[in-house]
């Protein structure tokens, strides 16, 4: 009888066994106390560095900075009617608005639910936005025969 092959299973590509062996060496170099304190050197120096910078910094004044809820009630204040929040990212990103996340849709809701000039609406079947502040526009209740205007939270 041969004797089974044995199965890897340690890192496989190149990148992972370099990651492998740098983690190893790290635990052993973290053994020692001078080691330790360099780090820790590092760090403190790499800190003050970043305040420094942070301090020298040129201030941009806030309402030269774009956000995403000044680019929304920008958006809104030009509507006539509410606004699907599909359509509304898209006209985000068209004014350069980047979102990072997975879930752009559920982030721009999660930003304007949190500030009370947004509100969500229920308008022509449709999820939009609002601002709060604005009456929702009336629809003509010849074209349909029970609103469809209402609140969602």
């Given at each position: ?31 020692s106390a ?57 006209r985000l ?61």
């Amino acid at each position: 009888m041969s004797k089974p092959s044995s199965v890897i299973r340690g890192p496989r590509t190149p990148t992972e066994q370099l990651a492998k062996l740098r983690d190893q060496l790290r635990q052993r170099l973290t053994r020692s106390a001078d080691y330790r304190a360099l780090i820790a050197i590092e760090h403190a120096i790499a800190e003050l560095q970043e305040q420094t910078a942070v301090a020298e910094a040129p201030r941009v004044p806030q309402r030269n900075k774009k956000t995403i809820t000044r680019a929304a009630a920008q958006i809104l204040s030009e509507q006539k009617e509410p606004f699907p929040l599909r359509d509304l990212l898209n006209r985000l990103r068209e004014m350069g608005i980047k979102f990072k996340g997975q879930h752009p849709e559920s982030s721009l809701s999660a930003t304007l639910s949190r500030n009370d000039q947004f509100r969500a609406v229920r308008y022509q079947g449709k999820r939009c936005w609002w601002l709060s502040r604005r009456p929702i526009p009336e629809r003509d209740p010849l074209a349909q025969g029970e609103s469809n205007i209402r609140m969602t939270h």
